[in-house]
């Protein structure tokens, strides 16, 4: 075989191994993105999910309030703020809050809660806070198909109490990937005694609550 043969065969190995290492790293990049679109699941699906690891919870206090899934259009909103939460949700909240609170009254203080906490309850295993742990779990469900995934509570005021209008609004809300529009779960609560401390709400002494939602820390609304 003469010189020129020897290279071009060369070249076309070279080729051969270049192309099979292409192949060889782009099959677990495809693998990854199929698997991420067969497990994205639908804005439907989503609701649907919710509904299900929601149902017969409530979230205990002095009354006892079921957990609502919600829809609504997000604008086109990239980050969920308390200003987007209370415009884009205002209507729904209205609808579905026995007191028909009114979110976007600037005399409505909203408090930004802290996701760590509510998602640290989906692993409780007690029998008796099974409420709690099915809250976190449908959170921890959100933060894995939604995106900016956030947590207001709205109608407290200045000392932690409910306001004069009636039980506080409680609200997870994330931005659908495939739509763009907003999905969130929703309950009320009576709230007497959520004492802030340095910016942060303790949690409720657990013989004040039993069975009842152990994620309520919050810290001044962005």
Known sequence: MNRFAVLVVGALACLQGCAGADATEDGPASETAALTAHTQAS??????????????????SESDYPYLVLEAEGGGAKKLTSKTVRTKLAAMVKENASSQRDITKRTCRAEKLTLADVLADANLTDPE?????????????????LRGVVGYTF?????????????????????????GKLIAIMSRLHLNRLHLKQGVAARFAKAERPRTQRSLRARPAA
């Open 43 to 60: 804005d439907a699906d989503i609701k649907a999910k919710l509904t299900s690891i929601l149902r017969d919870v409530t979230f205990m």
């Open 129 to 145: 806070e099974r409420d709690a742990r099915q809250a976190g779990l449908a959170v921890k469900y959100m933060t894995e198909q």
């Open 155 to 179: 109608g407290t005021n200045a000392s932690g109490d409910q306001d004069e209008e009636g039980p506080v609004v409680y609200v997870y809300v994330g931005i659908s990937r495939t739509t």
